[in-house]
């Protein structure tokens, strides 16, 4: 009987402690999974908080660096040179004697054309007597009034004579000045085309000289449609050369087009940079750092939070319920890992990061604040 009452208790145990041990929890973990099931059907979603970007931006543009001034310069009479000053490299000051040309013929026209001119000035005191005279005569009805007439054509014919000779003259004179090649303005001579006993002619290629003006230089570099808002006059540019790799000249935005170029929609603008040292030379290859201060600042987001569709592109956002809505936006520039919102987007909102197409408009999500990317 003993031994009965202990298989009977036996039996309990092992029944009670698989029950209390084994189907007892795992019943409570259902109920558990059940009631967390029949409570909520949200999908967990990572978001990323969309931030403006910096409100200044460096916007890097290739140039080339050009003279400030920069001219050929040709002959204005003919002949042949008689001696050049100057050579490439050489510095000059404005009015300083290049070359020299000898001009005979010039010379011989000039000497023939001031004894022309002095013919004409006699001619012309004759006929100034002569046209007196008669008119005198005419007043005492001495002579008929034709002949006073006659006399007095004459002489204006003889001093328009005398002004022509004088005009030529002058122009000899011109000619033969410009047998003395001067700098028009102070620079560097950075080509010579010419030698002695060359023969010479007027606007004649080659030039003879090639000047340039490198004390300051330009570059024109093309500033795209989105950055045009916030160009300025007198903004300072940073200015590097592969050849000075450690070192930033500093130019400034003088001038820029009044308007945009319609095929490239970019500005023209102009950078002029001071080259007091003379280390830059114009037709040096170069980058151009424009500072640009924006006073609306752009949201930045990661690229990979964009839905591109033909429609139009969008972005997920988890609205004050915590359901997702599709928003449309204005794409700006794309940096790569991360792309400009221009419109249709605030600071503050909660975007999805990386969206799937498991996602659909007015779902019920769980929002979770991912790592910080749009800084």
């Given at each position: ?121 006699a001619n012309l ?74 023969l010479i002619s ?94 609306a600042p752009v ?77």
């Amino acid at each position: 009987m003993k031994s009965r009452l202990f298989l009977l208790l036996a039996v309990f145990a092992v029944v009670a402690a698989v029950y209390f041990l084994g189907i007892a929890p795992r019943r409570r973990d259902d109920q558990t999974l059940t009631a967390r099931a029949a409570g909520t059907d949200r999908l967990s979603v990572n978001v990323m908080i969309a931030a403006p970007g910096s409100a200044t931006n460096e916007l890097q543009l290739p140039g080339t660096l050009q003279a400030f001034a920069d001219t050929g310069i040709y002959a204005r009479t003919s002949g042949y040179l008689a001696s050049w000053k100057v050579d490439i490299g050489d510095r000059v000051e404005a009015g300083q004697t290049l070359a020299t040309i000898d001009s005979p013929e010039v010379n011989q026209e000039l000497f023939q054309a001031r004894a022309n001119l002095e013919q004409a000035k006699a001619n012309l005191e004759l006929a100034r007597v002569s046209a007196a005279r008669w008119k005198t005569l005419g007043a005492q009805d001495a002579v008929a009034a034709q002949d006073v007439d006659t006399k007095q054509a004459e002489f204006s014919a003889r001093k328009a004579d005398t002004d022509a000779a004088e005009a030529n003259v002058e122009r000899l004179q011109q000619l033969q000045g410009f047998e003395t090649i001067v700098a028009p303005f102070a620079g560097v001579i950075t080509a010579r085309n010419v030698n002695v006993g060359n023969l010479i002619s007027p606007g004649a290629a080659p030039e003879l000289f090639h000047l340039s003006q490198n004390q300051i230089l330009r570059a024109y570099v093309s500033v795209p449609q989105t950055y045009v808002a916030d160009v300025k006059v007198g903004l300072a540019v940073g200015v590097t050369l592969a050849e000075f790799p450690t070192k930033i000249f500093t130019g400034k935005i003088v001038r820029f087009a009044g308007a945009l170029d319609a095929p490239s929609r970019t500005l023209l603008t102009e950078v002029q940079i001071p080259n007091p040292d003379g280390q830059l030379y114009p037709g040096m290859y170069c980058q151009l750092r424009l500072r640009l201060t924006t006073l609306a600042p752009v949201i930045l987001i990661p690229s990979n939070n964009v839905i591109i569709r033909g429609a139009g592109n969008l972005v997920v956002i988890v609205t004050d319920q915590n359901t997702l809505h599709f928003q449309p936006v204005k794409l700006g520039r794309d940096f790569g890992t991360q792309i400009e919102i221009l419109d249709g987007l605030k600071a503050g909102a909660h975007v999805v990061d990386n969206p799937n197409d498991a996602l659909s408009e007015g779902a019920s999500v769980e929002p979770r604040l991912a790592d910080a990317k749009a800084n």
